[in-house]
């Protein structure tokens, strides 16, 4: 069956540059996305409580990905109209779905760490250079 470039945009390939699920995998691939998600996993969470459970993670980036999970409908802010107000943030339903395959890339990252680190280790040893 042959489709038409936005038949096939419509059905998803990430792999072409118009593609919206290349967006989307951009999104949910970013560093800071799948610790965010998997910090509020546990559920509704403010800003600055975020940004200690997310360690390394600047203001600036911090409220970036909020807003551009808030935007992708992934996570919800929620605003209480007290003193100070307070906001928090909540994964929608949608987010929640992306809890289990990001903790499949977390076990998988902390299953294989050694590996890694030993390769990485062999290739920037000063002598590789030479072979």
């Not at 945009?9 to 699920?21: E, I, K, N, Q, T």
């Not at 995998?25 to 409580?49: H, P, Y």
């Not at 909540?90 to 809890?99: E, Y």
């Amino acid at each position: 069956m042959v489709t038409t470039p936005a038949e096939s945009v419509l059905r998803g390939s990430p792999y072409r540059a118009d593609c919206p699920s290349r967006r989307i995998l951009d999104r949910i691939g970013d560093r800071w996305t799948v610790l965010v998600v998997g910090a509020l996993g546990d559920g509704s969470v403010r800003f600055s409580e975020l940004r200690r459970r997310v360690e390394g993670v600047s203001q600036k980036m911090l409220t970036q990905t909020l807003r551009g999970l808030e935007r992708d409908g992934l996570v919800r802010r929620t605003v209480y109209p007290e003193v100070p107000v307070r906001v928090e943030y909540t994964l929608t339903d949608a987010g929640r779905t992306l809890r289990e395959p990001l903790r499949a890339l977390e076990e998988w990252s902390i299953a294989h760490l050694g590996d890694v680190s030993a390769s990485q280790e062999d290739y920037d040893r000063p002598d590789r250079a030479s072979s």
